[in-house]
């Protein structure tokens, strides 16, 4: 158990629908990434937030929006969802800026998006 | 733009043999990580490398970092089933691409009796 919690585990929705996947980081860690892994795309970095602030944009959709509260918990919203957006998201939490110091990630257990 | 290649993305081994995972990067990587994920699991942080001619090793895995050629490997001894898993690593370009990783494809390493 690394320490990340995210909610839902499991997500089934209708093309068009929006949803939001839910982060809480492991204590103390001050800035959260988001990861998508599909088969076709494989891992892909999303975008990352440090202490409520947008760091790094990945290939992150136009449909798709996050933000980082002021107690640390990440929120990413899917939006108009399609088909393609079927896929396991991750987030990650460090505990240093990247900026800063040598940093690892540690993942939680994910959200599994079904779009119908 | 960082670009991570794992080969080979298919791996089959008995039990008890010994095998290398292979995983070049294309520019300055300020480190390398490898992950281990189960199926429909999370990633499972296993080595972190920091610097050139890093060697890190846990159980009957080992990870090398040679920044030179851009090549890091992880090297599997005398396998068992438990190892089963897809093994990903992943880059770090630093500067203002900030946290983000960039993952290889994955290894799908399945250890036969």
């Known amino acids: 158990d690394s320490g990340v919690t995210q909610t839902p585990k499991h997500l089934i929705t209708a093309t068009g629908q929006r949803v939001t996947l839910r982060c809480s980081p492991r204590?103390?860690?001050?800035?959260v990434y988001w990861y998508q892994q599909s088969l076709d795309q494989g891992l892909q970095f999303l975008i990352q937030y440090y202490n409520g602030e947008e760091r790094a944009k990945g290939n992150i959709l136009e449909r798709f929006s996050a933000q980082q509260f002021p107690d640390l918990h990440s929120e990413l919203n899917l939006s108009s969802l399609e088909l393609g957006d079927s896929a396991l998201y991750f987030c990650?939490?460090?505990?240093?800026?990247?900026?800063?110091?040598?940093?690892?990630?540690?993942f939680g257990p994910g959200t599994r998006l079904t779009v119908l | 733009e960082l670009k991570v290649e794992q080969n080979p993305l298919f791996l089959s081994m008995q039990e008890g043999k010994n095998y290398t995972i292979y995983c070049n990067y294309s520019t300055t990587s300020d480190r390398l990580y490898w992950y281990r994920q189960d199926p429909g699991k999370s990633l499972e942080s296993l080595f972190v490398l920091l610097s050139n001619g890093a060697v890190k090793q846990e159980g009957r895995l080992m990870a090398s970092l040679d920044t030179k050629a851009r090549l890091s490997t992880l090297h599997i001894t005398a396998a068992v089933h438990d190892l089963s898993a897809t093994y990903f690593c992943a880059g770090y370009a630093g500067g203002t691409s900030y946290g983000k990783l960039t993952f290889g494809q994955g290894t799908i390493l399945t250890v036969h009796p």
């Open positions: 204590s103390g860690d001050l800035s």
């Open positions: 990650a939490s460090s505990a240093h800026d990247p900026l800063q110091s040598i940093v690892e990630q540690f």
